[in-house]
């Protein structure tokens, strides 16, 4: 949605939310290395990035049981390298945009996280929701379809995927609950601000809701 450049070793990108660039900040600080470095601002007032070498999960997306289980892991390392006073208590800086193309592989292998614009706080929950509405197929099949994810599986796709993460049980029973919701407050936002993909959205909710029992018996 933004225009992004690369320039050598970095990438210039428009500014972004200042919690943005302190979770970044502190990313490097602690030294996880599934996210871009901040290295400040250039003579045009545009951030600038570090560029992370390697693949994005274009079309068709690797979609392997090891890479759903990667991106788990990936998560959890994420929100457990954030400081307890970056997000208000009880939840996490999620990335806020899982698309696959925001994830970056090495080896076949999903290794780190790019384009954190739409980062803010969430409950590591949601994350993992928003996360299996790519990785996982829970989303409609024309999407799938599209992006090359297999459309069998998803309850067992999303079991890896929780399992890897380590979401505990009192989470997974809340998992649907809130990504319904989420997806229920996306159609607000998307209505207000005039944008065009809400049906697309609605779609995606309307196949939440009705399979939500369904997958939610591979999260007992």
């Known amino acids: 949605m933004n225009v992004v450049v690369r320039v050598g070793d970095t990438v210039r990108r428009p500014p972004g939310p200042p919690h943005v660039v302190e979770l970044l900040r502190w990313y490097e600080h602690v030294g996880f290395d599934g996210a871009p470095r901040f290295l400040g601002s250039d003579e045009q007032g545009r951030e600038i990035l570090s560029y992370v070498e390697?693949?994005?999960?274009?079309?068709?997306?690797?979609?392997?049981?090891?890479?759903?289980?990667?991106?788990?892991?990936?998560l959890r390392r994420a929100h457990?390298?954030?400081?307890?006073?970056l997000a208000p208590r009880g939840l996490v800086i999620g990335h806020g945009d899982l698309f696959w193309t925001n994830v970056i592989f090495r080896s076949g292998l999903p290794v780190a996280l790019i384009d954190w614009e739409l980062a803010r706080p969430m409950t590591r929950t949601l994350e993992v929701a928003m996360a299996a509405t790519y990785w996982a197929g829970v989303r409609i099949d024309e999407q799938l379809v599209e992006w090359g994810i297999p459309l069998e599986r998803r309850g067992e796709r999303l079991r890896i995927l929780c399992d890897a993460y380590g979401l505990d049980a009192s989470a997974r029973v809340t998992l649907f609950d809130e990504l319904i919701a989420f997806r229920r407050e996306r159609i607000d936002r998307v209505l207000w601000r005039g944008s065009a993909p809400v049906e697309v959205i609605r779609a995606n909710l309307r196949w939440t809701e009705e399979h939500a029992a369904e997958l939610g018996t591979f999260l007992a």
């Open 80 to 85: 457990d390298a954030q400081a307890a006073a």
């Open 54 to 74: 390697g693949e994005p999960a274009f079309a068709p997306v690797p979609s392997s049981d090891e890479v759903v289980a990667a991106i788990g892991t990936l």
